[in-house]
């Protein structure tokens, strides 16, 4: 089993920048394919980006590539999403998830564990 932290969230105006942060203990962290997720109040959760266990492999969801980063660490087993040019769209909740399988799977059905989530907010 393993946990999930992120960190990272606030308030960002429009075109600006922020880095979230998911730090995982427990099990080994190479044993596992992590993922950001987001939720506003009121919808379903949403893939973002996901990265395969040694980061070779990652996928975006069409609205944020170009902007988004997801990479990772596996030394500090942590992994990071960079937001760059962010919109009021990108306003949400965002979880950090991490799955058993080698994947860079969207279908949230397939992450076995997930963090709190950390609120970004983006101001136009």
């Known amino acids: 089993q393993v946990q999930l932290v992120e960190s990272g969230g606030g308030l960002v105006q429009a075109g600006g920048s922020l880095r979230l942060s998911c730090a995982a203990s427990g099990r080994t962290f190479t044993g596992y394919s992590m993922a950001w997720f987001r939720q506003v109040p009121g919808k379903e959760r949403n893939f973002v980006a996901a990265i395969s266990r040694d980061g070779s492999s990652t996928r975006y969801t069409h609205s944020v590539k170009g902007r988004f980063t997801i990479s990772r660490d596996n030394a500090k087993n942590t992994v990071y999403l960079q937001m760059n040019t962010v919109k009021p769209e990108d306003t949400a909740v965002y979880y950090c998830?991490?799955?058993?399988?080698?994947?860079?799977?969207?279908?949230?059905?397939?992450?076995?564990?997930w963090g709190q989530g950390t609120q970004v907010t983006v101001s136009s």
């Open positions: 998830a991490a799955s058993e399988a080698n994947t860079v799977a969207t279908a949230d059905i397939v992450y076995d564990y």
